[in-house]
């Protein structure tokens, strides 16, 4: 049997991961539809992201379930984060520092800071109410798509939340992403548009087996 290019394991969310997977989602994201909405000059795009995902993920804190994959040099080439049941919507001091890393990333463009608050708060009324798993992020660097390294990390959290008899929920900017997540029982459950001349936002549930 030939020997998988990669190896998972599961992450803590130290300074060196978390610059990690600001790098990483800066390169996963970086043709995102919804980030290149904010953000149409791909220098500033690129810094934001670090700063967004770097922030976006460290306040989560033991919320998160964080695994990761590395190649055989031990770089991190991919990533899924779940927030655990019960702990959406984040207290408030964690959303507030969250909110603090987000003008940070899009200070230099003021209009996408607008933007940007629009879409967060169409999230947030659209979002699952019922207790479950969130797919807070699945990214993984765009020169290995299509190795097999989303359905690695996806599956033990879809088997976790089936375990526990629970929904999983997710968002996703891009609409080739839906026909993906479906191959794993997610069906779509809302599209947003909460910024006129802005890309949709998709919500995905998917229910426990």
Known sequence: MAQSPFTLERL?????????????????FFDDPFFVHLSDQPVLRQRGLAI???????????????????????????????????AYPL??????????????????RPRALISGLRY??????A??????????LLVADPMLWRRGLGSALLEPGLAQADKDGLSAYL????????????R???????????????PTLFTMTRQPR
């Not at 803590?12 to 996963?28: F, K, M």
């Not at 207290?91 to 230099?108: D, I, K, T, Y």
């Not at 794993?184 to 802005?198: A, E, W």
């Open 52 to 86: 967004f995902f770097r922030s976006h993920v460290k306040v989560l804190g033991n919320a998160a379930v964080v695994t990761g994959a590395r190649n055989e040099d031990g770089i991190l080439i991919a990533a899924c984060i779940w927030q655990r049941p019960k």
């Open 127 to 136: 979002h699952l109410h019922e207790e479950h798993w969130y797919l807070v």
């Open 171 to 182: 968002e996703t900017q891009k609409e080739a992403n839906l026909a993906y997540y479906q």
């Open 91 to 108: 207290s408030l001091w964690r959303q507030l520092r969250e909110m603090l890393g987000s003008l940070r990333a899009l200070f230099p």
């Open 184 to 198: 794993f029982g997610f069906s779509l459950t809302d599209s947003l548009r909460p910024v006129k001349g802005g």
């Open 120 to 125: 967060v708060l169409a999230m947030e009324k």
């Open 12 to 28: 803590t969310l130290d300074r060196p991961t978390l610059n990690e997977i600001g790098a990483l989602g800066a390169r996963g």
